[in-house]
């Protein structure tokens, strides 16, 4: 199995961008890397239940639902990593803001298996994250104050440092201002080859 990474960010913060960037990085220096998107997994995985949602509404489910979604989606995205040589990165959120309060991201039976060695958090400033969102038609976000981003900022961290003492996975914190997505996607490649 491939070396899984789980490279996380609250919605806007730019970690998808952020990945694309760290792919055209490792094919430059011809290092595998595959980037499987954990929601773009659990949205297909709920299609072939029958249900239809936008990634965006998946959050609105009921918890029991949801759970059982990150962990059938956990389980696919192991077995492709069986098959993978190099790092899979997991695109992910370590925390999900529902009508009911914050839900991991990622639980204890999906780090299970999926077996990370390091999370990365990408960040950006509240007010560039507010932007972000407001910017983006292509999703459903709700709006925020920037007190609010800030607290889901620190729900993430507060997970990833539970992750971390449960699996022995480092904790990385990458920023990612506006324009500087290759340069934390070159922090990410650090991270991946042993240079931090």
Avoid: W
């Amino acid at each position: 199995m491939g070396r899984v990474v789980i490279v996380t960010g609250i919605p806007g913060t730019g970690k998808s961008t952020v990945c694309n960037e760290l792919l055209k990085l490792a094919e430059q220096v011809e290092r595998k890397v595959v980037v499987i998107n954990y929601g773009t997994v659990m949205v297909e995985l709920s299609k072939k239940l029958g249900e239809s949602f936008h990634r965006d509404d998946l959050r609105k489910t009921n918890l029991s639902f949801q759970l059982d979604l990150q962990k059938k989606a956990a389980e696919t995205i192991s077995k492709k990593a069986i098959n993978i040589e190099g790092v899979v990165i997991v695109d992910t959120h370590m925390s999900i803001k529902t009508a009911d309060g914050y839900l991991a991201g990622l639980p204890f039976p999906v780090l299970q298996l999926l077996k990370p060695t390091a999370f990365v958090l990408v960040e950006a400033e509240p007010q560039e994250v507010l932007s972000r969102r407001f910017r983006d038609t292509t999703r459903k976000r709700d709006k925020a104050l920037e007190s609010e981003i800030m607290e889901e900022f620190l729900f993430s961290r507060f997970m990833a440092a539970a992750c971390s003492v449960l699996t022995g996975a480092s904790v990385k914190i990458v920023k990612n201002p506006s324009g500087k997505q290759v340069k934390a996607a070159k922090e990410i490649m650090k991270l991946l080859n042993g240079e931090m």
